[in-house]
């Protein structure tokens, strides 16, 4: 059984940086996308960032330039870092992973980012 753990949310100063982890309990196979969403309160969840099996990565537009997305296959695991964070950027963020077998579909627990002005 897959379990993805999301960690390195946390309060931060505009401006400021993050690097969120996620990781899973097992290597995944047959994976064909990996993304992070983030959900605001009220909001609904919104893709962030994405990479492929066959693609070149994907970014919110809001994010680009700010956001990287990259993962480390030896250690089953994907991150996001989050430079020059902005209050925008609050919410919980949550990875996804996407297969082509099933289970087809993993998501994390969540983690919460806060940005202050």
């Known amino acids: 059984q897959v379990q993805l753990v999301e960690s390195g949310g946390g309060l931060v100063q505009a401006g400021g940086s993050l690097r969120l982890v996620c990781e899973s309990s097992?290597?995944?196979?047959?994976?064909?996308?990996m993304r992070w969403y983030r959900q605001a309160p009220g909001d609904q969840r919104v893709l962030v960032a994405g990479i492929s099996v066959s693609g070149r990565p994907i970014y919110l537009d809001s994010v680009k330039g700010r956001f990287t997305i990259s993962r480390d296959s030896a250690k089953n695991a994907l991150y996001l870092q989050m430079n020059s964070l902005k209050p925008e950027d609050t919410g919980v963020y949550y990875c996804n992973v996407q297969r082509s077998a099933l289970p087809s579909d993993y998501w994390g627990q969540g983690t919460q980012v806060t940005v202050s002005s």
């Open positions: 097992t290597k995944i196979m047959n994976w064909v996308r």
